[in-house]
């Protein structure tokens, strides 16, 4: 076990978390509320919010490149994207995305959005536009980025925000396709050590729009397992003191998992990555055939 973490391959989670409260201060100065949710919301009349996130594929761009999967990074975006916002109960509306890149190469800005429309196809969200930048004295080489912002709307009493949340609910996990979009720099630098080609590793992430319609009123709160794992996104939409207890033993990891596990540490590995779930919602009460892999204590 070689024990590498994200903080050595040089994404420190802790540098983010301590900057929090002065953006904070920022974001609230302006008359917003509910800062560090997954979609920030805005009313637009007297029952109805709209409810909006915006998000990169990140470094996974890296290697979908050299690979040849740049269309698959497009799928992760306006999934990832569209995943933020459905944690409010809202239905997307339409995405916008940034392409920007030391030069641009307009087969690639094509791969990415074409695989962006076909997820907004299937999630009925309109892709109405977006920037592509070309700015040699940012990035370097042949590397590119790309961002998106997801705007939905949602019924005030159709709102989902853990309010409701109680000891004793249980937390019921969403499989994801594998790695999905976050991790990609400490992953990228095991790569360099240790080969690994299954398709767990670049597939996209999962839209889970479908999952959280058929939950309907019965989700007290949503999470999208990004950066900071499955507890760590857990706590965004679980209220002041109550805490997720996880069964960690409850689903089956894909493979790529156990890859990275001979070179990370469990600890690190919950802490960073998604390990096989997805999304998350807390409910009272499991339906026949969901996955429980926890309770609110």
């Not at 892709?127 to 590119?144: C, F, K, N, Q, S």
């Not at 965004?236 to 596990?261: K, M, N, S, T, Y």
């Amino acid at each position: 076990m070689e024990g590498r973490t994200y903080e050595a391959a040089g994404v420190s989670l802790a540098a983010a978390e301590a900057i929090v409260e002065r953006l904070r201060a920022a974001v609230e100065s302006t008359g917003a509320t509910g800062f560090g949710a997954f979609a920030g919301l805005h009313p637009l009349d007297e029952h109805r919010l709209l409810a909006a996130s915006t998000d990169s594929v990140g470094t996974k761009l890296v290697l979908a490149r050299e690979r040849g999967a740049l269309r698959l990074c497009g799928r992760d975006l306006a999934a990832h994207c569209i995943n933020d916002v459905v944690t409010t109960g809202a239905e997307p509306l339409f995405l916008l995305d940034y392409v920007a890149a030391n030069r641009i190469d307009m087969a690639q800005v094509a791969e990415l959005v074409e695989g962006a429309a076909d997820v907004c196809r299937v999630a009925g969200c309109a892709l109405i536009g977006g920037e592509t930048a070309e700015l040699p004295d940012v990035y370097r080489g042949e590397e590119l980025d790309f961002a998106g912002t997801c705007v939905g709307i949602v019924q005030r009493d159709l709102l989902v925000d853990g309010s409701q949340v109680e000891a004793g609910d249980a937390v019921i996990g969403f499989a994801s396709a594998g790695v999905h979009a976050n991790g990609f720099t400490l992953v990228r630098r095991l790569l360099e050590h240790d080969d690994y080609d299954g398709e767990d590793l670049l597939a996209p992430t999962r839209l889970y729009l479908d999952a959280v319609r058929a939950l309907g009123a019965r989700a007290k709160a949503l999470a999208h397992v990004t950066g900071g794992g499955i507890l760590g996104n857990l706590l965004r939409v679980v209220p002041d003191g109550l805490h997720a207890e996880l069964d960690w033993h409850a689903w089956e990891r894909p493979p790529v998992f156990a890859w990275l596990g001979r070179h990370v540490e469990e600890e690190e590995l919950r802490r960073v990555f998604n390990l096989g779930i997805g999304y998350c919602a807390v409910v009272s009460e499991p339906a026949e055939g969901e996955v429980v892999i926890g309770r609110i204590g």
